[in-house]
């Protein structure tokens, strides 16, 4: 699947070939939202999961 | 999980049995009892790394390659574009129920790596156990490459090629000091007249540095001649500010970013909806443009601090909360009733948290000699005006208010004491050490607004905005008075001056000839010959480190490089300079002393028992010395009670250690920083005393090779006084705590059970009076019961978050070594 | 040889070994009988990585050569790596390991905290 295809993956308004993928993570002590910038077409690596959020 | 008290247990009997942390839990809002949980603790447990601390690869990788792209670039312009890259592309987070964002790793566990600052941490790094993120072979390759490309071409690197050869081994050898002569590790003081008094935002600096460039091109694009030379170099260095202040801003609002999309897409509680907004909007406008709100205010000076811990691994946190962010909090909590008080007090024990969470991977010494911290986070609280008035106000209240319910161990407060401070602020202050936090510790304000301007020349105004440089050192916050960096590796294991001294400047320990050799000391017939011998040792110790900081600093914009420091510092904005170069600083530099009281008890010792009384021989000693007093318990018993020790007001080893200091502080004058000003000294110790055990040889005090050193700065050794509280005040006040060094620390233990209640507080006020009287510059305080730390030794899971002063800093009794803990229950416990 | 050269040649020994073309699988090997297990190796007390001293054999011997070069005397101790191979030093002390786990302090003579020194003590 591409970060593209993912209802996680926020297009930039400037350049919608990139944007924020945001994960949310559940670590022993906390529960937080991450993101990072990526290729629109790139593949979503298996350990990004996807979420529905909360 | 810590084990809980009973739910019905009472906050009355909480306080009885001083379990102050439960108190604290059942206090303090939802939110801060989330976010205080929720923090993976990066200080070390010992030496090692809690469990599941992880080193973040991710930055130092994003860093590495762009770095090798630009590398035709000069080193601020190259550093600039490589951090604007990470700023661009590393993951960030947002920890729910946060309302202040930011963090020097990618993912909350995880350490900074400082990947360019020297190739030893990194071989450290690829060594260490439990960091390695999974997959741990695969990050082992990672780290290995990374290492491979940066083997050589560090910071530290370059500097050990330009030192000289045999200063370089010898301060490498580890023995005499410790900390790195680059920026890339340090203290960096920051300028926080120019961002917040004179409330400049980014964007604000970004036009004063267009005008600066405008200037200069109206002299490069003039007439040639050799003074437009230099302003190349400016022109770049500016160019490489305005690209770490574009980044940090777009940093920023790429967690405006995340806030808005969080809100917008995935919150369904109103109210948290609400908070995510403010939070984007918050970091729309800051750090761009000056704060409007107190919250604005706090995140501003949080990413400040983040951004130069990505630009570099900042060993220390010199700040001022109360006094730089009471406009907007008067603005918000006092006049315009924005939010409540209570409101307020969540985001200032927010702001603690934020940055109690920060950590860097240190090198193993750093770890040892900082046990259960990441830095010296040293916040000044108190303190006066520019115009000599009270500083005080509610927030410095809210501040230590906020301390209590968060409980962390960094940062901690220094309390700037004077005789304006109103009860009110002082009952607060004493609260916090009642609740046994260890801070703040208690500084003499006057007296050291008079030292720093005695030292170093700063003008009285400047000298009155001082802060906590490290630990202890005051440093001000202004154009010319602030210190960019301060390299801790003019930090000096003073102990090794008796000790050299004894040997002939021959070091047992790492085996090397170190210091220079002084003669024999088996064949020193006066006192006088072994005090000569111990001050040529005391100027080559000294000298040594002082002149490896020296060219360290002198040589940093060439070898490291600080676009972003600069870039929030009016002296480089203006000048153009990199802020770490010296040119434009007033100077402040110290020499820390570590294990210093060992020399005054040692040197006493010897005359003592050696040459005034002559119950033994040079040879009887230096035989016991070298065979670590195995075989001559006898001797070494009266070597510990028949000599006179520190601390119990007696004339004879006073005596010894005035002229000890009085000694470092005419040398101080004859050594120059590279502004030209003096290094005196500065006796305190972190937990370095712990480290150097099983570095510093036998003592004549009677210390064997191994033992704990003494807990440092002027304190007595534990145990060693005798004579009560009043006694060790007396005998710290025999020196000149202007003239005969920076500052002096001094650590005390007191009784909770004789400090309870009124006729507690009214005892240590009255206490603070004596001090005050008999010109001390520093006190800080323990009080928590030996019962205490003896039950958290025997059960440390019930006891997690029991908090004690190790010296200059505090930290979770848990988390530091079974030496260290000792050492601590050791002190001497003064009733007052 | 002057006392700058002198010393650059200890620094040499000491600080600039290259470490830039070990692979994983160098940096992982500890020989059976390698510095880091004998007793007369003491660590450098700045740097964890590994790097330290001998605290029988002075600066100038070489435990790699063949022959050995061994000398005994001199001013600064002869610079090892822990996972320096000892096969052939006549010096090499097996040492007790006690405690092991680095959450105690700074022993340059004793402590061994590197990862790949845990499974030498099993």
Redesign the interface.
Known sequence: MKYKESKNF?PHSDNPQRG?F?ER?V???????????VNADDEIPADAAEFA?? | MAAQPAKDTSTQELEQKQEWWWIAEKKRSKRLDYLRKAVWKKGALGGNYAPGIKVDLEIPQLFTNMWNFWRYDPPMLRRAKSMAHVLENMPIFITDHAQLVGYMGTLPHTLAWRVDGATMVNEELYNEPGVMPEPEQASLKRVADLNAYWAGNTAVDKLARVLDPEDAVKFLSGAIGWGAPTSAYGYSGKDYEFMFAQRHGFEDILDLIDQSIEKAEDLTMGNPGPEILPVYDRIQNWDAMKIMLNAAIAYARRYARLARILAEHYETDPKRKEELLRLAQTCENVPAKAPSTFQESLQYDHFVQILARLEAHEGAWPARPDYYHWPMYEKDVIKEKNITREEALDLVGEFMIRAYEVGGFGPRWAREGLQGITGTWVWTLGGVNKDGSDACNDLTLAFLQAARLVRVANPTFGFRWHPKVRDEVMREVFECIRHGLGYPSIRNDPLLIQNAMHWHGHPLEEARTWVHQACMSPCPTTKHGVQPMRMASATANCAKMVEYALHNGYDHVVQMQMGPKTGDARKFKTFDELFAAWTTQMKWLINTLVRTVNLGRYKDPEFYGRPFLSAISERAVESGLDVVSPVGDRGNCWVTGFTWVENADSLAAVKKLVFDEKRYTMDDLLNALENNWNGYEQMRRDFVNDAPKWGNDDDFVDGIMVRCLQEVAKHSREIKCPSGNSWPLLPENVSGNIHYSSIVGALPNGRRLGDALYDGGISPGPGLDKKGPSAVLKSCGKIDHVGDGRAFLLNQRLSPSQLAGEKGYQLWKAYIRTWADLGLDHVQFNMVSDETLRAAQKDPEKYQEVIVRVAGYSAHFVDISRKTQDNIIQRTVQGI | MGRRDQWKQVQSGIYDPSLKARTVEERETVPDIACGLCKNFAENAYASDGRGLCRVLKIGSDISASPVVYVLEGEVGYPAYFTTNAASCTHFERMDFIDTDGSEVADPNYRRVQRQMENKFK
Not at chain 1, 27 to 37: E, L, S, T
């Open positions: 926020f924020d945001v993570v670590d022993p002590r906390q529960a937080y939202y991450k993101v990072k910038p959020g909360k």
